[in-house]
């Protein structure tokens, strides 16, 4: 059992990744299951299916023409050092390549999403 588990379920998808598996499990939970809906409507995993005990989320790893779609996923915010950031210091990331995903009091969004509401929050990682 990890202290950190959404630091887990980054490091199960970059290494999903790097070993070109085609699906990763990861345990359920409620914050887990809303960053990879985001992940997945950005186009950054295939799919997301509960399984059928309910205990764990199985996530569909994304190919395009065999490269993965995700370069790089980083953990910001960790459990010994929260990150915060307020609507002006949300900016372009990578080109417009990459995204932060942010919880939020409305919950978790993508910076862009943030901004146009007009609400900050907890930087949880950065994508690209």
């Known amino acids: 059992m990890t202290s950190d588990s959404i630091g887990d379920l980054i490091s199960r998808i970059k290494n999903g990744y790097l070993a070109r598996k085609a699906e990763i499990d990861?345990?359920?939970s409620k914050m887990k299951s809303e960053l990879l809906q985001?992940?997945?409507?950005?186009?950054?995993?295939?799919?997301?299916v509960k399984s059928a005990d309910s205990k764990n989320l199985?996530?569909?790893l994304l190919y395009l023409e065999g490269v993965p779609?995700?370069?790089?996923?980083?953990?910001?915010?960790?459990?010994?050092?929260?990150?915060?950031?307020?609507?002006?210091?949300?900016?372009?990331?990578?080109n417009r390549l990459g995204f932060y995903i942010i919880s939020t009091s409305r919950g978790i969004k993508t910076h862009v999403e943030a901004k146009q509401?007009?609400?900050g929050g907890e930087l949880i990682c950065l994508v690209w």
């Open 38 to 48: 985001v992940l997945q409507k950005k186009s950054f995993v295939n799919e997301v």
């Open 58 to 60: 199985i996530v569909r």
């Open 69 to 94: 779609a995700v370069t790089e996923i980083k953990r910001i915010s960790k459990p010994g050092r929260r990150q915060y950031a307020d609507t002006k210091s949300l900016t372009k990331i990578h």
């Open 26 to 28: 990861v345990p359920f």
């Open 117 to 119: 509401q007009h609400i």
